[in-house]
């Protein structure tokens, strides 16, 4: 290819750019393209929404998160979390038990049995504050049916349904 011609093509692919990006003339008649303008900023009367900025070391997702005792013990992993009308966390639902899905049951307990102290990595596993044995002898979570948390304590006060 000779250079003038190689020249008229980066010439011809450079004014294409301009053009995409909107830098290039516009015919007349048109309106200059203008950038829309944010929705937040739409409405000066709307109150922005606030931001929080979370370190990436300072929380972690916790379904999946493999569960055990304070004793090292396999405990299961969390599959869900039960929160009451106000969204607080009440409790957590763990798939216990079992091998590769076969013979385990899902449990509930208490929010506040569990410890996320170790939770940095993801590979990291959720403490719970009770036994396999006390886990093993907590009664099947079905859904649909009234729920029986486990609590650490023993002592768990009842969610009280509002009038």
Known sequence: MRLSSLL??????????ALAQGTGSVPEGDPP???????LLS????PSPSVT??????????????????????MGH??????????????AVIDFGGFLGVGSRKIVVDW??????????KGDSVTLELTKDQVKAAPEYKEDSPIVVLGA??????????P
């Open 53 to 74: 900025i979370i370190g990436a070391a300072d929380a972690h997702g916790v379904l999946g998160r493999d569960v055990r005792s304070a004793a090292g013990e396999e």
């Open 78 to 91: 969390i599959v869900d979390v039960i929160v009451d009308r106000t969204g607080t966390a009440r409790a």
């Open 43 to 46: 409405n000066p009367t709307e």
């Open 8 to 17: 008229t093509v980066l010439a011809a692919l450079a004014g294409a750019a």
């Open 153 to 162: 304590s023993g002592v768990l006060e009842p969610l009280q349904s509002s």
């Open 112 to 121: 506040k049995a569990l410890r996320f102290g170790g939770i940095a990595v």
């Open 33 to 39: 393209l203008q950038s829309p303008k944010p929705a």
